[in-house]
Nanobody, 123 residues
């Protein structure tokens, strides 16, 4: 199984930046399709960003395009989400996720999930 652990959440003012990390274990990280999702109170979980194992062009939700950047370090088995120009509406619990099947990745159907880390953006 693939185990994921997020970190880096916290409180930040609107317009600020925050970087999230996701440490992975239980497989070959370089083959994972990694992604980030978020869920605000009273709302359904929504897709934020996704990344091919070999890189290429990441997939971003329209709401974060141009502000968030997904990346990974295979040597550290860690994925990252750099969040810039944060807005109050970005407040949510952020989850990292992984899938090893590229067809499911294309459909944004992830199989493994972390516990989440809280991001709060104040105005």
């Amino acid at each position: 199984q693939v185990l994921l652990a997020e970190s880096g959440g916290g409180l930040v003012q609107a317009g600020g930046s925050l970087s999230l990390s996701c440490a992975a274990s239980g497989g070959t990280f370089s083959t994972y399709h990694m992604g980030w999702f978020r869920q605000a109170p009273g709302k359904e979980r929504e897709f934020v960003a996704g990344f091919w194992p070999s890189g290429g062009s990441p997939d971003y939700a329209e709401s974060v395009k141009g502000r968030f950047t997904i990346s990974k370090d295979n040597a550290k088995s860690t994925a990252y989400l750099q969040m810039n120009s944060l807005k109050p509406e970005d407040t949510a619990v952020y989850f990292c996720a992984a899938v090893t099947n590229w067809l499911r990745f294309i459909r944004r159907e992830y199989d493994y999930w972390g516990q989440g880390t809280q991001v709060t953006v104040s105005s």
